[in-house]
């Protein structure tokens, strides 16, 4: 069964990750386009990413021998992070050697948009792609990544009052809660509103 990425499981797959494998040693990159995968091959284990919108996995598996079609990446992992109230990972890596010294690994699961992509130096160039995508913001490989139009819902880095959960959500009938929840408050997404509104959004 295919995984359901929302802002928050990012956000907390990005703390386990960045607990787990802050300080790793990474060997190599094993891209699988026709699967829609990318494995990253530590020296203590192998970390995959299923990236097919029916088949969203992500997997920690034995150490892997890099082999002659992998992408030799020798690093270090810095950090992993999450971008604030959004479906984009960021892995962080600092090369054992070689220029630019700083890549970075950006995994998004953005609608049906799912893609992951290795980025270097301070401006985030493009330089490889599992997938490539047409559209606006769509990563072009020797073109630096963009980001998404930050988050603009309230309570991303501040906990929301009781007077700003009210103002938001008391005069408004259930169906219209459940919509300014999603449309106002970050974190939020169809697979919590309901338990975050409860009967109060069913009333």
């Given amino acids: 069964m295919s995984l359901v990425f929302d802002a928050a499981l990012v956000a907390a797959l990005a703390r386990e990750l960045d607990a787990r494998l802050r300080d790793a040693r990474l060997r190599a990159l094993r891209w699988d386009r026709p699967g829609r995968a990318l494995s990253l091959l530590f020296r203590e284990g192998t970390l995959r990413f299923g990236l097919h919108p029916e088949a969203g996995t992500v997997a920690w598996h034995d150490p892997a021998e890099p082999t002659a079609g992998d992408r030799p990446l020798a690093a270090r992992v810095r950090r992993v992070e999450a971008l604030a109230d959004d479906r984009v990972l960021r892995v962080s890596l600092l090369r054992a050697r070689g220029s630019p010294p700083a890549v970075d690994l950006v995994v998004e699961w953005i609608t049906k948009r799912w893609t992951a992509a290795v980025t270097e130096g301070p401006d985030r160039v493009v ?41 938001l959500l008391l005069a408004r009938t259930p169906p219209e809660r459940r919509r300014a929840l999603l449309d106002g408050v970050a974190w939020t997404s169809a697979l919590n509103a309901g338990a975050l509104l409860g009967s109060a959004g069913t009333g």
């Fill in 127 to 167: 330089r490889q792609l599992l997938l490539e995508m047409e559209g606006e913001r769509a990563p072009r490989t020797g073109h630096p990544w963009l980001p998404p139009a930050a988050s603009t819902r309230a309570g991303i880095a501040d906990d929301l009052s009781w007077e700003r959960w009210r103002e």
